[in-house]
């Protein structure tokens, strides 16, 4: 047994995700979908359920179940700044999704921009996080795209120095790419946006599950992720450094509190859902092989501990896959570079199209996704808009190695 596997019991972390002994026509389901969503820990479900038998209420009421339900919302925010190693709760925001949450924050970031100003993206970017920006084009703001390099599918910093003009306000930049796993430097991206005068936007939906966040540390202004992505439910989560969150106009109504980042939570929140996603953030906690110390020193060690091992399983992925003939790899594949890649695994196989592909791996319950991901101009840049875009294997820390090698026996025995 390897370093990497000893490091992880990934048995025991399944026992704790009921979803995973699940077995569909007598055989055992396989989640090699993650990317698109993961499975919940039954810590989560127990919050959830916890939450509606015993604190099921509005917030600010003077009685028993509001104030509990004030009291766990106020933890989970509490968690929420240790995951994402924010200075203070009052930098968290909670809202339905990162999508929606994005195009809050935008029109809110929309009213300080005038005509002319700049916005840059890159190629590796899920349309949540252009979408939103292109949609201010109403007002006259330009949005720039900073391209990436072939075949690794990295971030070209050289192509994202030359978009960046003195009327760049805002750099808006993913952890990891949802398609083909790129972590871009995003320190280096951090330093050279606010060199240029910009706020730094991060979009971390698709780095969350797979190690430990640092909004301090990659030193930017926003960042955005999703819940039901690290193993909770449906929905987001927005940090914002508290001055700009403090200083920008939310969209609201009058009646709603226009003090800490409740002025940006508009109606009434998901309290069942944030409730979940504290389990969320103690389940990952448990994970830490520290057993004790701080949330945020559980949160990094039990990060560092699952991404080693899904290091070890992506690995394993890539060298099987590189040995398909026909099968093209996007994204890193050198086993050296692997820091910098999430475990997500996007191919091309031609003549096959990746939908039959994916429909006859879930004919064998094996759960893959295809398309183009929600991340189009990346497809675009790789020629496979018009071919179905890419089959994506997508690991996450509860996957074994017996699911990789499952996947690559039946794609090696795939005749369309
Ligand atoms: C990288 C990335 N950004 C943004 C999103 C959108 O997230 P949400 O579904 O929370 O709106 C996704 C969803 O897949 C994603 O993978």
Sequence with gaps: MSLATQALDVEAVRRQFPALSL????????????????????????????????MNANQ??????SQRSDALLAKTRIMAAA????????????????????????????????????IVVSRLEHDANVAPWLALADQGIRVRVADITLPACMLDVESLKQQLTPRTRLVALTHASNAVGTIPPLRQVADLAHAAGAWFWVDAVHFGPHGAIDVQAIDCDFLVCSAYKFYGPHLGLLYGRQDLLERL???????????GPGRWETGTQNHEGLAGMLGAFEYLAGLSPEGNGTPRAQLVAA????????????????????RIPGVQIFGITDPAQL???????????????????????????????????????????????????TLRIGLAHYNRPSEVDLVLELLAGYRS
């Design 249 to 259: 106009r939310p969209f609201k109504v009058r009646p709603a509190s226009d003090k």
């Design 23 to 54: 077995r569909i026509d007598g055989q055992p389901a396989v989640y090699l979908d993650n990317p698109a969503g993961t499975q919940v820990a039954q810590r989560v479900i127990d919050r959830l359920t916890e939450y509606w038998r015993t």
């Design 60 to 65: 600010g009421g003077v009685f028993a179940t």
């Design 303 to 322: 990060m560092g501990r699952l991404g080693r091992y899904e290091r070890f399983l992506v690995a394993r992925l890539l060298e099987g896959l590189s």
């Design 339 to 389: 820091g910098e890649r999430a475990p997500t695994v996007s191919i091309s196989w031609p003549p096959h199209h990746p939908e039959d592909i994916a429909r006859w791996l879930g004919e064998h319950q094996v759960f893959t996704t295809h398309g183009d991901h929600y991340a189009p101009g990346l497809m675009e840049r790789l020629g496979l808009q018009d071919r179905g875009g």
């Design 83 to 118: 995951f994402l190693n924010a200075r203070s709760p009052a930098e968290i925001v909670f809202g339905p999704n990162m999508t929606t949450i994005t195009f809050a924050v935008s029109r809110a970031i929309g009213r300080e921009l005038k005509p002319g100003d700049e």
